[in-house]
């Protein structure tokens, strides 16, 4: 019962982004509230903004947090941000400047709402993840375990789950992650109402954390808390009947827990490419779903040094007549960064131009498929500055705009890529799966 308060106080969140103050006040309000009794709406003015402000309900099934029909029938891309700014470790690379730098770089490149006001949609409105959004990836002794893991959490700094990986934490980490869950959950709503009146609808893309893809059925796993691209597909099935979801996770590094989600699945198609022995070492090439989900999981791990040559063929060769056969009704993305050549944490070599190559392509992948209904969910990517020209231009490809790649590329951090393996893996890959 202690687990429903929590979801319910948790309320509903708005909360403009320019404003650093409000994030800070929205901290400070979520990282308290829950032990408050009889929360009353809350209203918080920070000095930038009048429109941000933080309030509570009880009703946590409400989600009408839908934009305007305008904003509906003109959006090219969509955002919402839950930057958990409470959730943070000293020198942790998942740390709480990422998502600022991400809202840094598009206001500086002037690619956020306030200056395209109808190209681009900031949903500012939207509910945490419930119970019931939890409980449809992540298992019971997860789910009514999490209050005492919350105590401990806040005790030791760490959620600890029997079975899956312990994952740092603070006071805040689960109202921010519920937060990170809605985010995504609000953003399918909106995609799938814009596709209702246009063909071309605004790509979605929730500049969340803590990230989402290696967070087990059984528990946190990986900087990661909960599943936050499961819990949206899940939502996307039960909400709006979109039967068959497609998953293309680009993060470098294997998204198992979301592997594991749907094992079994044959309506949730699960790709994923990543770097061969990276964490957490899962995701192999013969791994391919289970049961009636045989065939509908595809990993395809990568050769170290693997780069823009080798991810364009696998788009062209491997993802899309993946998702041309799946006939999706809707595709969602785990959008990690971390492959980049720049990002410390592990060995590929994509560039910001890979980035925008992959944003548009798959963006014409929805549209073929699925009229245009996905949405992108960060993940990973730890160089803050790679990171936010990354997304910035992924956001330019949503826009129809040519990429500024060439601005933040430098060709002298490349090296040859090893293109015989990567050719072998491709072929391997196509061969057990018949593509
Ligand atoms: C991050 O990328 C920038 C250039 O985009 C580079 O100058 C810097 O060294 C990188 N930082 C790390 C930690 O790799
Ligand atoms: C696909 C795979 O190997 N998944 C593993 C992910 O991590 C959990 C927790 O360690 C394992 O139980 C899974 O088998
Ligand atoms: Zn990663």
């Given at each position: 019962?202690?687990?429903?308060?929590?979801?319910?106080?948790?309320?509903?969140?708005?909360?403009?982004?320019?404003?650093?103050?409000?994030?800070?006040?929205?901290?400070?309000?979520?990282?308290?509230?829950?032990?408050?009794k009889n929360v009353k709406p809350i209203r918080v003015y920070s000095q930038q903004?009048?429109?941000?402000?933080?309030?509570?309900s009880s009703n946590t099934q409400f989600n009408h947090f839908l934009p305007s029909e305008t904003e509906l029938l003109n959006g090219k891309v969509i955002y919402s941000v839950a930057a958990a700014m409470g959730h943070n470790?000293?020198?942790?690379?998942?740390?709480?400047?990422?998502?600022?730098?991400?809202?840094?770089?598009?206001?500086?490149?002037k690619l956020t709402s306030e200056f395209r006001s109808m190209e681009v949609i900031e949903l500012e409105k939207f509910r945490p993840a419930n119970v019931e959004d939890i409980?449809?990836?992540?298992?019971?002794?997860?789910?009514?375990?999490?209050?005492?893991?919350?105590d401990q959490a806040s005790e030791q700094g760490l959620i600890l789950i029997e079975g899956s990986g312990p994952t740092y934490a603070t006071s805040t980490t689960y109202q921010e992650s519920l937060l990170a869950a809605g985010a995504g959950i609000s953003l399918v709503d909106a995609v799938v109402a814009a596709s209702k009146i246009r063909k071309d609808p605004p790509v979605g893309f929730a500049l969340v954390r803590p990230p989402g893809h290696h967070a087990v059925p059984t528990g946190p796993m990986g900087?990661?808390?909960?599943?936050?691209?499961?819990?949206?597909?899940?939502?996307?099935?039960?909400?709006?009947?979109?039967?068959?979801?497609?998953?293309?996770?680009?993060?470098?590094?294997?998204g198992n827990g979301t592997n594991d989600a749907f094992y079994d699945d044959p309506d949730i198609y699960f790709l994923s490419t990543h770097q061969d022995g990276s964490y957490p070492g899962?995701?192999?090439?013969?791994?391919?779903?289970?049961?009636?989900?045989?065939?509908?999981?595809?990993?395809?791990?990568?050769?170290?040094?693997?780069?823009?040559?080798?991810?364009?063929?696998?788009?062209?060769e491997v993802i899309a007549p993946c998702a041309q056969r799946f006939k999706p009704d809707i595709i969602l993305v785990s959008a990690g960064y971390d492959a980049h050549v720049l990002d410390p944490l592990a060995n590929l070599q994509f560039t910001t131009a890979t980035y925008y190559m992959l944003a548009s392509n798959?963006?014409?992948?929805?549209?073929?498929?699925?009229?245009?209904?996905?949405?992108?969910?960060l993940e990973g990517g730890y160089n803050l500055t790679s990171l936010s020209n990354s997304v910035a231009d992924s956001f330019r490809a949503f826009l129809g705009e040519p990429s500024l790649a060439a601005e933040f590329d430098n060709p002298a951090f490349l090296y040859e890529e090893p293109s015989?393996?990567?050719k072998e893996a491709i072929q391997r890959v196509k061969h057990i799966h018949s593509l």
């Open positions: 019962m202690m687990l429903h308060i929590i979801f319910i106080l948790a309320g509903y969140v708005s909360c403009s982004i320019r404003s650093r103050l409000c994030w800070l006040r929205k901290h400070y309000i979520f990282g308290n509230g829950y032990v408050e903004t009048k429109r941000s402000f933080v309030c509570c470790k000293e020198a942790h690379p998942e740390c709480n400047s990422r998502v600022p730098a991400i809202i840094d770089a598009l206001e500086k490149m409980a449809s990836v992540h298992e019971g002794a997860y789910v009514s375990g999490l209050e005492k893991a919350m900087f990661c808390v909960f599943g936050n691209v499961a819990i949206a597909a899940r939502y996307a099935q039960r909400a709006h009947g979109l039967k068959r979801v497609f998953i293309i996770d680009f993060d470098v590094h294997h899962t995701g192999r090439i013969n791994q391919i779903g289970r049961g009636d989900g045989e065939g509908a999981t595809l990993n395809l791990p990568l050769p170290g040094g693997s780069g823009d040559r080798a991810i364009r063929d696998i788009f062209d798959i963006q014409q992948l929805a549209r073929d498929l699925c009229g245009g209904r996905c949405v992108f969910f015989r393996k990567v």
